[in-house]
């Protein structure tokens, strides 16, 4: 049988072949798939203002004893929360996004919370009880989501509760620190920090029952769950 | 050099079919395909480790468990916080049960308090309405180091007043602590993003051996280029000799390895076929022309002897004719030395053809050449008449195998050669006898105008001749015998003039 004649090409695919077995070595550690959980029910107050629609959630089945814990570790912890409206198959894009940055001190055991929201002045409240920090988590102050006339007629909100989101802060100091392991600059350091990419967010879903867009058209509020 | 001989009567080589550029010859291939796998080979098992590595540091330094435990550390300074906290109020508070009422063993008793209580730096007595009665401060740097921060601890007096009193803690706790927390922040970010780190890491070192195998390919791609480039230019001679062009030589570059000894041998070996080539392409072409000569001889030869003859009878037939006309008498005697000139002419050039078609074949026999020159010489004394001979001959005895008869017509002919050449002068002949490159080389050159390089090639053809009244056959016979005897013969330039042939064959007992 007639061998096939090597040429360039079979060679470049050679090399691609390496370079193929090589990711498919490094796949295994590649960002796992989001997990598909279903969204826990939400309750949520909504509103309808100067023809947008401003929605109340209450979180309070998330803001428990366990985040607690976490909170008040000591450690500077960020609690995104994002809520958006999306249409009745989950569709939707984008959402507002609020930080509230929690820091414990352990020296004066007070809480300081800094609310961060785009578009707003940061706040910030120093409060020495928990119950003041969960009040804020729990019942946010109530979220813009944009004109009446842009929802869809039938509409559920999301909320999406992400605890210390990989912020790009974050991602930079990681990556500074792997380009600088040990105070010096380090190649390989520099190319895993250029490789690094920002984990899939790895968020806690709530969502209401359907809305009907029209019932907020004049002003009327609505509860859902 | 080889004197180039005729064009041989076979087609003209066809053109080789080119060969593939060296860059994609297979053997390239071949060869840069090997380095890349003895450069990739060793990097999997590396792959495979450093993804274990990789595997096993994200298990240490990036597991959950380490991330989480560092998260509790602060916890810990809490608890300690809230112990000197506690510590250092039960401290106030027995120093403000030992207070003296005497208001002027106050100052005294805080003096020795803040000399004596740990870590009191500072007390104060206050009375109900605020003002001062009483202080104390512990100098500057006494027990402690690295600085310290202020603990206040606050007693109500029964009976109004307070007792402030500030003791310090390390604010290298506080350090310490900033520290941890930072740590324990960057733990959990990074274990946040610990599936990332190890993709990234990983990445990185494919991206390593994918320019090692790059560099390999690049690597041996120039290391190849190189072998394989000579080793095409071989193969592309080898397919032109294939195809009947025996003037494809290669360059043997390279700094005398196997690939150059190959082509040394190559050429060599072309070399050798090409000559062997050219002499059967002469001798074939001399047998015909010698058939040409035999019927040319015949042809001529049988109307001579009747034209003669009748001439003779024409003659003899006036002579006994008494009182014929004498100026018929004249003319007759003219003509009849005319035409026996022209049949003597004739007869001589039958006699050259007859002798051209009869050569015979070679019976070589073990002699050696310088004493067959000498004899040569020796016994030719008609050559000393008209020519000045020098003979140089080799130290040591050449043995070859040669008919002594046929070569020495080779001699006659070259020597009757250049004694033509040398026209009505005398003529200096120089025969020579040497050994070059295990060849025994018979060389007789002349002081004589020597032949135009243009001719040279053609010399050696029958019939072609410079002279007058030359037949053109001599030369033609030389070769031949010489080829006959496995040798080549050449035409040169005399260093200072003159025609040098040069004779070579091979020694006998030789390769």
Redesign the interface.
Known sequence: MRRA????A??TH??AA??V???L??NP????ALASVDPAPLRVDCRGEAGRLLATVDLGPAVDAGLER?LG????STVRLTVAALDPSGAGAGGVERDFDVR?D??T?TFTVTIREPGAAASSRTVSDWATVRRLLATPAPFDLGPLAALPERFTVEARLEL?P?TGL??G??RE??AHPAGGRSL?GS?????????PP?AERYRSTLLTRSDFAGGAASRAR | MITPLATPAATPPAPAPPGPPPWRSRFSMKLVGALLLAATLPLVPALLLANWLADSNAGVWLAPRVAERLSEVPGTYQELFRARKALYAERALSLARGLPHRAAAQAAYLERAVATVPRLQHAELLAADGRLLAEAERPRGRDEEGGWRPVPAEVSLPGGGTLRATFSIEAALFAELDETRELAETARDMDRARGELRRSILLVFAAMVSVAALLAVLIGHLMARRTVARLTRLAEAHRRVAAGDLSARVEPAGGGDEVAALSEGFNVMVEEVRQGRDRIVYLEKISGWQDVARRLAHEIKNPLTPIQLAFQQLEARWRATPGGDQTFGRLLGEAGEIVRQEVATLQRLVEEFSAFARLPDVAPAPADLGDFVTEFVRTSPQLGDRAEVTVTLAADRIPVALDAALMRRVLVNLTENAVQAAGPARAHLHLGVARARERAVLTVSDEGPGVEPALRPRVFDPYFTTKGDGTGLGLAIVKKIVLQHGGEVELGARPGGGACFTISLPLAGGP
């Not at chain 1, 004649?5 to 360039?8: D, S, V």
């Not at chain 1, 550690?29 to 796992?32: E, G, L, M, R």
């Not at chain 1, 570790?73 to 500077?76: D, Q, R, S, T, Y």
């Open positions: 004649a090597a040429n360039p079979a060679l050679a090399a390496c370079l077995a090589a990711t070595v490094a550690i590649s960002a796992p976490k570790n000591g450690l500077a414990f352990v020296w055991e210390d990989v974050q991602l100091r990681t620190r792997l390989l190319l895993a920090a250029f490789l690094l990419r920002a984990p790895d």
